[in-house]
């Protein structure tokens, strides 16, 4: 017969443990943290051991409850990912993958396209803008720009982007990067969260200093995806990135109208909870998402 401590003392318990609070725990789990902390105590009671010393507001786990939290994490996530499938009506395991949109359809989705012919591997795909809830969400992996929103989770460097002038080839054999009309330029606005993605200022600083625009007289759009629709379009010179336009250039419905390029502030990552690398699937596809990095 098995001798289990009581289950729901164990799931307050690692609520508590990963958020540090009894407060975070109780919000999570919907309850008061009278009821929480009355549930860790009686696991305590149970164990024999204390699983925590008080911080002020923050709780922090003892040697004996760092033990028994990194031994009924990953069975929990087992028994709910169980539960999950079960619940579904389904015995096979599914990848909930969360992407940030501007690399949803023109990288990730080719990318997990070449990745599945040879792998059965079932994704519930997820397009989101950051910050996402792992653990609301359910979700096993997220592919996104930077690993800023996602401390204490386990980051793994992609590719770093870079973005070079790009136009539809009719505009190009008409035009040059020096005397282009100042209303050819489309600007990307990368609202508050983004400082580190370069401008037209700065590749012109870097390459061709000589040559000053008004940012007044051209386009101005509000992510790099539409900078490049636009430039599909003949509106005008994208400061395009290159993964989200691969498929363009090499279609040849974008050129690039100078092969000079300035790389992106951050790389972009896939992001997971340690515990997760154990869900079938989730390392073949991350590390073969690592292989394909846009070609320069």
């Excluded at 760092?66 to 389904?90: N, Q």
């Excluded at 653990?135 to 070079?164: C, K, N, Q, W």
Aim: a positive charge.
């Amino acid at each position: 017969m098995l001798k289990l401590p009581p289950l729901n003392a164990l799931k307050y318990f690692e609520a508590s443990a990963r958020t540090g609070s009894y407060v975070a725990a109780a919000d999570e789990l919907n309850v008061t943290p009278a009821a929480v902390s009355q549930q860790v105590r009686n696991l305590e009671t149970f164990l024999r051991r204390k699983l925590f010393t008080r911080l002020n507001n923050r709780i922090a786990l003892t040697d004996a409850g760092h033990a028994i939290h990194a031994g009924i994490t990953p069975a929990l996530e087992d028994i709910a990912s169980l539960t999950h499938r079960v619940l579904a009506g389904s015995n096979r395991a599914k990848l909930v993958v969360s992407v940030i949109p501007s690399l949803a359809e023109c990288w990730f989705m080719p990318a997990f396209a070449a990745f599945a012919e040879n792998a059965a591997l079932r994704v519930d795909l997820r397009i989101a803008d950051d910050p996402v809830d792992f653990a609301s969400g359910e979700i096993d992996l997220r592919i996104t720009y930077g690993s800023g929103h996602y401390p204490g989770l386990h980051a793994i460097p992609l590719f770093r982007d870079e973005v070079m002038p790009m136009c539809q080839p009719e505009l190009a054999e008409r035009i040059a990067m020096r005397t282009a009309d100042d209303s050819l330029f489309i600007h990307t606005s990368w609202g508050q969260s983004f400082a580190s993605h370069p401008t037209w200022d700065d590749w012109l600083a870097r390459f061709l200093p000589v040559r000053r625009i008004d940012p007044a007289k051209g386009h101005r759009v509000g992510s790099s995806q539409l900078a490049l629709d636009f430039a599909r379009r003949g509106l005008g010179i994208a400061l395009g990135q290159r993964a989200l336009a691969e498929e363009d250039l090499r279609n040849g419905r974008l050129v690039a109208l100078d092969n000079q390029s300035l790389p992106l502030g951050h790389d972009y990552c896939a992001i997971h909870p340690a515990t997760k690398a154990r869900k079938s699937g989730l390392l073949p596809l991350r590390d073969f998402l690592q292989t394909r990095a846009p070609r320069q």
